[in-house]
């Protein structure tokens, strides 16, 4: 079973930065791709970035390249967001969640309905 919980979320003065994690109790963690969406309110859910299970692969939103990076630690079953230079418009909920599917080198993991479990979110919100 997957149960995926992200903490980390806060308020924070734009330049700041803050630092996601996503964790889960389950012992197959370290087979999935795990990616990172946030969502505003009335908006469709964003890609932000993504990690393959290796660690070995990474993908990025335009908007996140340059100020996040994605890691993960598959001994702790734990993958994390860092976020530097955090702007207003970076506000948001942001959610990890686990893609089952074997990995396609072909194809890059930023769609949100190919992933199969997701955490409740946690709060992000930057003040200007």
């Known amino acids: 079973q997957v149960s995926l919980v992200e903490t980390g979320g806060g308020p924070v003065q734009a330049g700041d930065s803050l630092r996601l994690s996503c964790a889960d109790s389950g012992r197959m963690f370290s087979k999935y791709t795990i990616g990172w969406f946030r969502q505003d309110p009335g908006e469709e859910r964003e890609f932000v970035a993504a990690?393959?299970?290796?660690?070995?692969?990474?993908y990025y939103a335009d908007s996140a390249k340059g100020r996040f990076t994605i890691s993960r630690d598959n001994a702790k079953n734990a993958v994390y967001l860092q976020m530097n230079s955090l702007k207003p418009e970076d506000t948001a909920v942001y959610y990890c969640?686990?893609?089952?599917?074997?990995?396609?080198?072909?194809?890059?993991?930023?769609?949100?309905?190919?992933?199969?479990?997701w955490g409740q979110g946690t709060q992000v919100t930057v003040s200007s």
């Open positions: 969640a686990a893609d089952f599917s074997p990995f396609d080198p072909t194809a890059e993991p930023t769609i949100a309905s190919e992933y199969d479990y």
């Open positions: 990690v393959i299970w290796s660690g070995d692969a990474t």
